[in-house]
């Protein structure tokens, strides 16, 4: 598999982009998380941040490592719940001196898919939970920062996103909805940050990742090997996704906003691939 030989992050060396920088890293869970490489990468290029994540994902203590890794303090909050952002955007700003300059948004949800539900048999109460964790909880965020100005002038805001947004993927049920949502969001809250505050706002649309999020879904496998031979440059990983959303956070992307970005190796431009035509030609051959 082409995306699990990423070699490239291993020789790019740090220089110190986010210097002077601080920022809020949601969805760290474990090492596999996006978030955790994000946090990790943030912290090489010199950037100061408090982690966040639900109080219940906190108990596996995982958290904790990453937190003494980068030197960074971690407050709890429900992406769901304003009082807690609340807390959360006052808390950041206290504990790092002053407003926000990032802050990445890497959460995601759904009992349906836990459960095991496909399209046709979705349970409703669910779906509102996939839909208030995974995308308005983005919208959430962003209209605490507004109230409490909480936001530094050219600051940027990332939240990770699934092409499922654009094209029909059924085993990703109600996340579906959820991301395109989620999408429309950044376009709406970029237009509105970046005439109050010169805050952009982006989604980072990422290949299929091995993480607990990303596994969950039924044909995972499938999903990953399909996308990894799609792309001429194979799925992109977790650590090239933190490179990103970096490059996002620092300032040489001050003016990408509202925008959906790609970061999938060129899977949503391909339309077929030597490997696949391969993969039906001998399944042709075998049929004969
Ligand atoms: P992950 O399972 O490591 O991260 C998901 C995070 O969401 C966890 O840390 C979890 O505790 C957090 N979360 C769930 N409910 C929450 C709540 N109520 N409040 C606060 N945090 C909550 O998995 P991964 O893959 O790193 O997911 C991060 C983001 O990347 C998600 O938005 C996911 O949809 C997105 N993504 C993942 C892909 C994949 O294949 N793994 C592909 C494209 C996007």
Known sequence: MTGCNYTFHHNTMPSNLLAGKVGIISGALNDQSI????????HAEGARFVLTNAPLA???GEINKLSEECNAPIIPADATSTEELEALFSGAQEQLGGKIDFVLHSIGMSANIRKKKHYGELDYKFFQQTIDVSAMSFHKMMAVAEKQDAMNEWGSIVALSYIAAQRAFLDYTDMTQAKAMLESIARSYGQRFGKL???R???VSQSPTKTTAGTGITGFDAFYNFADMMSPLGNAPAEACADYCISLFSDLTRYVTMQNLMHDGGFSTTGISAEIVDVMT???GAQE
């Open 35 to 42: 978030a955790w490489k994000v946090a990790q990468r943030a």
């Open 58 to 60: 906190m108990r596996m």
């Open 197 to 199: 505050k010169k805050v």
């Open 201 to 203: 706002v982006n989604t």
């Open 282 to 284: 001998k399944a042709a």
